[in-house]
């Protein structure tokens, strides 16, 4: 159950609202310089959101980004463009040059964790 926000809380709330994707990433500190709020805004706005804290936000965020289908669709596709790459440069080194196709191969496996 969310409560009442203040002017700054409900400013940050909004800020933070059209700055999701961004959120993950910034530390207290860094989202306080960005918004022009303090800190204990940012843990006061949390709490009166329903949540234990900046840190516990940011975790839900995280969750949430990660069990969503768009980014699932995101990780299948970069998936299917490193392998198609892959096949590409194992077909034309195998015409070409075989004896290189062990280091393409490699190269490619260490871009696919990265």
Known sequence: MTKKLSNSESYLWK?????????????????????NVSTATIVRTMKKMGYEGYTNFRQ???????????YENLER??????QAILKNECQLLGTKVPSLQEYVILRVRTLQFT
């Open 60 to 70: 839900k965020l995280l969750v949430n980004r990660q069990n969503s289908p768009k």
């Open 77 to 82: 596709v970069d998936h299917d463009i490193k």
């Open 15 to 35: 800020y933070i609202q059209n700055h999701l994707e961004e959120i993950p990433a910034l530390s207290i500190i860094k989202l306080s310089e960005q918004a």
